[in-house]
């Protein structure tokens, strides 16, 4: 079966510092999003993008994050300059067309712990 | 969105079916129910989703109400590979493309 790959499983960074997240969508999916988990807490939205843009962010998602699809196979999240708060568990997720019926994919996750 | 509501937490046995409800009250004609769960230290999983017929598949029956305003997702024998969180979510058929989740139900899985 088909599978969202995020890497990698673990990041340890220093506060301050920059990250990029990977994650691989499914090949034949049109729309990627990135979600993250506060331990303890629920899965928040952060960002939905398609056809090489942002189509809808959360109020989380300010300016120190950004997203990207370098190569059309790779769909990574930037944090640029790292806080305490931004310790959590950060999902990648691909969906096919979209559309209110269809199943999210979702990858295992990053865990992102900041010193 | 609309909201849901779910138990905090269920316990069931191994090989027993489980019965997870959900309520939304306030849903609209034009939102689907889906089912999402999350094993321990795994993304979410896309588990069933629904509009106003009941629904079978590999892993799980929903069953949602006449009136569509609660919805029951089943496990029809449960194992412990079942131990998740399960979270209701309503998406409107013209609304934005995220998910929004709620805690969900933490059921729990007796051998």
């Known amino acids: 079966e088909p599978e969202v790959t995020q890497t990698p499983s673990h990041q340890v960074t220093q506060m301050g510092q920059e990250v990029i997240l990977r994650c691989v969508p499914i090949s034949n999916h049109l729309y990627f999003y990135w979600y993250r988990q506060i331990l303890g807490q629920k899965v928040e939205f952060l960002v939905s993008?398609?056809?090489?843009?942002?189509?809808?962010k959360s109020e989380i998602f300010d300016d120190q994050f950004s997203v990207e699809r370098p190569d059309g196979s790779n769909f990574t999240l930037k944090i640029r300059s790292t806080k305490l708060e931004d310790s959590a568990m950060y999902f990648c997720?691909?969906?096919?067309?979209?559309?209110?019926?269809?199943?999210?994919?979702f990858g295992s996750g990053t865990r992102l712990t900041v010193v | 969105d609309a909201k849901t509501t779910q138990p905090n937490s269920m316990e069931s046995n191994e090989e027993e079916p489980v019965h997870l409800p959900c309520n939304h009250s306030?849903?609209?004609?034009?939102?689907?129910i889906h089912w999402y769960r999350q094993l321990p230290s795994q993304g979410p999983e896309y588990v069933i989703h629904g509009l106003t017929s009941n629904v079978n598949n590999r892993m799980a029956s929903l069953a949602i109400a006449e009136d569509r305003k609660s919805s029951t997702l089943i496990l029809h024998r449960a194992t412990l590979r079942d131990a998740a969180v399960y979270y209701c979510i309503l998406r409107d058929i013209q609304g934005a493309q995220k998910l929004v989740f709620g805690q969900g139900t933490r059921l729990t899985i007796n051998p």
């Open positions: 306030t849903i609209s004609g034009t939102d689907y």
């Open positions: 997720a691909s969906q096919q067309f979209g559309e209110s019926s269809d199943g999210y994919t």
């Open positions: 993008f398609y056809n090489n843009e942002i189509s809808e």
